[in-house]
């Protein structure tokens, strides 16, 4: 018999063999990590979704500003 | 449907928005409406919220402006390609309760699969890790209805064949319905690998083209003149 392991490695076994009701639980504490850590709700755009439009505005950030920005840039 | 279905069945997703299938009628669509405005959801790209645009397949996209789930994405939808009707995937479904006593209804794990089998890159590695979780939870004792299941629906190449090596005459007899398995049955993981590939490819043209018709109807609604 295949171990989960020989497949697709120690982590991914280790959620495999989580309940579905553990797997719910865990990834509740990672929603609550990425809200304090002040993420965003709004998702990214799916470009190759059916529903995706090119020309429809998207929205800008509550405060004004992208949350990333390039400071410094390497040369190659 | 979406994100949290598939984390709950044991592929990982982090999903931003909320997907939602809806039984598509008048009474129902009032009842949508009222929740929406509870999330002071706003629709945000065609179609209209209109009841013909649900059944004939479209969806309607939302942005929630309530504090609490400010910004998030709502995707509503009745009708998928290759999915059964509402009420079909309404008997089937998972019913969970959350700590603090909050129910969600999920789609069922098939349902779910046959939902995920479209045009988009990000949807097939997930089908592979839904169906993986879903043998490894329940290889010890499987049932009738799991062998067939994973026989019709795995997608990764080495379970397949043990599936198939273990209950030879199941995956002979559901050969007719999925041609690779005369692969796995025989053992030949090369052939298998490529006629995966080969099935992925053809499923995603048939998304496109199902999806044809409503893109042209969505750029009819986008620019009328």
Redesign the interface.
């Known amino acids: 018999m295949i171990a989960p392991e020989q497949l697709v490695g120690e982590e991914w076994a280790e959620w495999y063999r989580l309940s579905p009701v553990q797997r719910w639980l865990e990834s509740e504490k990672l929603w609550q990590t990425y809200l304090a850590l002040g993420g965003s709700l709004d998702p990214e755009p799916d470009t190759q979704s059916p529903f995706f439009d090119a020309r429809a505005p998207r929205p800008s950030p509550a405060d004004g500003r992208t949350g990333v920005r390039i400071l410094r840039r390497g040369r190659v | 449907m979406g994100g949290?279905a598939c984390?709950?069945?044991?592929a990982?997703e982090?999903?931003?928005?909320t997907d939602l299938a809806v039984l598509a009628d008048a009474a129902n669509l009032a009842r949508l409406q009222k929740a929406l405005a509870e999330l002071r959801a706003d629709l945000i790209?065609v179609p209209p919220f209109e009841l013909k645009y649900l059944k004939r397949g479209h969806?309607l996209?939302f942005?929630?402006q309530h504090p609490a789930?400010?910004?998030?994405?709502v995707?509503v939808m009745s009708r998928m390609r290759g999915v059964q009707s509402f009420s079909q995937l309404w008997k089937r479904r998972t019913t969970?309760a959350?700590?603090d006593g909050t129910k969600c209804e999920l789609l069922s794990l098939p349902d779910l699969v046959q939902s995920k089998k479209t045009?988009?890159?990000?949807d097939w590695p997930m089908i592979r890790?839904l169906v993986?979780?879903h043998y490894?939870?329940n290889?010890e004792k499987p049932e009738l209805p799991q062998l067939r299941f994973w026989l019709l629906e795995l997608r990764?190449p080495?379970?397949l064949l043990?599936v198939a090596r273990t209950h030879m005459t199941l995956a002979r007899h559901l050969a007719p319905r999925r041609s690779l398995l005369r692969y796995a049955s025989s053992g030949n993981l090369a052939k298998l690998e490529d006629a995966l590939a080969d099935e992925e490819r053809v499923v995603r043209a048939e998304d496109k083209a199902y999806?044809q018709p409503?893109?042209r109807e969505?750029e009819r609604l986008?620019h009328p003149n």
Not at chain 2, 7 to 10: M, R
Not at chain 2, 69 to 73: F, K, N, P, T, V
Not at chain 2, 119 to 122: G, L, N
């Open positions: 949290q984390v709950f069945y044991g990982a982090f999903s931003r928005d790209a969806a996209h942005r929630c789930a400010l910004r998030m994405r995707d969970i959350l700590p045009q988009r890159d990000k890790r993986e979780a490894f939870e290889i990764t080495q379970l043990e999806w409503l893109l969505l986008r």
